[in-house]
């Protein structure tokens, strides 16, 4: 009797640790949930019904595990609708509040960041023009890591995703033909989409980039805004197909949309 009595408090720290555990894979799951049954009202009709794809929670885990690899870089997550945007750190007053992109379902705003002074963010925009900055407060997001980056060569129709310096993929690309190409620079990944129709011309995922094409300020309803996505016509790889976007194969794009987190740098290589 002594020696149960003894073990009791282990078995009932071992049972709220059970609990506690139990409680936290329900609420994980529970945002899941939500989160797929999100809509949009101005998605384009091609697209069909669609449901957001958040991997935030895996960035966070990939953060702890990787966030001393070289080529680590930080985003910068909005905890609210609308985010300031500022002209200089300091600055008492906005020159603008961006909300969530128009196609996004509503995903919460992501900022690749290239610096900070104090409380405040050196921030890259996924907003026109390409290549646009700016300052936010560091109190209005939350800060995660990732050392994946991806880099598409326009030239050779090749994408490559390295994590640190080891290559993790490497496929070829459709990518926008001459009188639409596909802008270079530096972008990073803002959203993902999943068409409902696993045959749609996105293909089975749609990631949407800051980048935005320099010939096209409208198109399919949105103000020609790059993506990297799948394809119903894997014919076109390796080859000028595209009104700008960057598409990959099903089955590769299905890989990376369980790979990369939002933010991640993507670098188009002219």
């Avoid at 139990?22 to 697209?47: E, H, I, K, Q």
């Avoid at 609210?80 to 969530?100: D, F, I, M, N, Q």
């Avoid at 994590?163 to 802008?183: C, E, F, S, W």
Wanted: proline share 8%; hydrophobic share 40%.
């Amino acid at each position: 009797m002594r020696a149960a009595a003894r073990r009791s408090p282990r078995l009932r720290r071992a049972a709220l640790v059970a609990a506690g555990i139990a409680t936290l894979l329900m609420c994980s799951s529970a945002g899941l949930v939500l989160g797929s049954l999100w809509r949009s009202p101005s998605l384009p009709a091609r697209l069909g019904t669609t449901a957001p794809f958040h991997p935030h929670v895996r960035a966070a885990a990939h953060a702890l595990q990787h966030r001393r690899h070289p080529g680590t870089v930080r985003v910068a997550r909005a905890l609210s609708e609308r985010v300031p945007l500022y002209r200089h750190p300091g600055a008492t007053h906005p020159y603008r509040r961006l909300s969530p992109l128009p196609f996004s379902y509503g995903t919460p705003l992501v900022f690749l960041v290239e610096g900070r002074r104090g409380r405040w963010l050196h921030v890259s925009l996924p907003v026109r023009p390409n290549h646009s900055e700016a300052w936010i407060k560091a109190s209005g997001v939350s800060l995660s890591s990732t050392d994946l980056r991806v880099d598409v060569y326009l030239r050779r129709h090749r994408l490559t995703v390295h994590t640190g310096h080891h290559l993790v993929l490497r496929a070829p690309v459709g990518v926008g033909r001459a009188v639409t190409p596909t802008p270079g620079g530096r972008y990073f990944i803002t959203y993902l989409l999943r068409p409902s129709e696993t045959q749609s011309v996105f293909g089975r995922y749609a990631f949407g980039l800051s980048a935005y094409s320099n010939v096209l300020t409208s198109f399919a309803g949105g103000d020609g805004e790059i993506g990297l996505h799948g394809t119903n016509d894997p014919s076109g790889l390796g080859t000028d197909v595209s009104h700008g976007c960057i598409r990959v194969s099903n089955r590769v794009i299905t890989r990376l949309a369980h790979l990369l987190p939002l933010g991640t740098p993507v670098v188009i290589h002219r």
